[in-house]
């Protein structure tokens, strides 16, 4: 889904549209994309895409993220977060692999883990 000649936006099963209003937990099983704005917590067991008018506030927890809008709250991705040139993060970040256009704002500090390795580290760690 990562590659260049992938488009982002084939395996989305859900769409928040821009005139939707969400307050409360968004659970999912598959991927979505948010035009949208949400007040709470997202928990994706796929792919979120947040549009270039879609918005979050809250914890975002996914497998990977492509962000065009706006997040307020921590990201833990299992895998990939890409911030474009018109998204804005503001909060952490813990996810493998992370890219940022020239334009995009990422206010907050980013954690790399590395799957196996990082996870036995913190289990070590107590």
């Known amino acids: 889904?990562?590659?260049k000649k992938d488009?982002?936006?084939?395996?989305?099963?859900?769409?928040?549209?821009?005139?939707?209003?969400?307050?409360?937990?968004?659970?999912?099983?598959?991927?979505i994309k948010i035009d949208g704005t949400v007040e709470g917590n997202v928990i994706i067991k796929g792919d979120l895409v947040v549009g270039e008018k879609g918005k979050i506030k809250g914890e975002?927890?996914?497998?990977?993220?492509?962000?065009?809008?706006?997040?307020?709250?921590?990201?833990?991705?299992?895998?990939r977060v890409e911030i474009t040139a018109?998204?804005?993060?503001?909060?952490?970040?813990?996810?493998?692999?992370?890219?940022?256009?020239?334009?995009?704002?990422?206010?907050?500090?980013s954690k790399m883990a590395k799957g196996k390795e990082e996870k036995t580290k913190s289990d070590n760690g107590k």
């Open 86 to 109: 018109t998204g804005t993060m503001v909060g952490d970040i813990v996810c493998k692999i992370i890219t940022v256009e020239e334009g995009g704002v990422l206010n907050g500090t």
């Open 1 to 3: 889904m990562w590659k």
């Open 60 to 79: 975002v927890k996914v497998e990977n993220v492509i962000l065009a809008g706006t997040i307020e709250g921590n990201v833990s991705a299992r895998g």
């Open 7 to 31: 488009k982002p936006y084939q395996n989305i099963e859900t769409l928040i549209s821009s005139a939707v209003e969400i307050r409360g937990e968004i659970n999912s099983q598959g991927s």
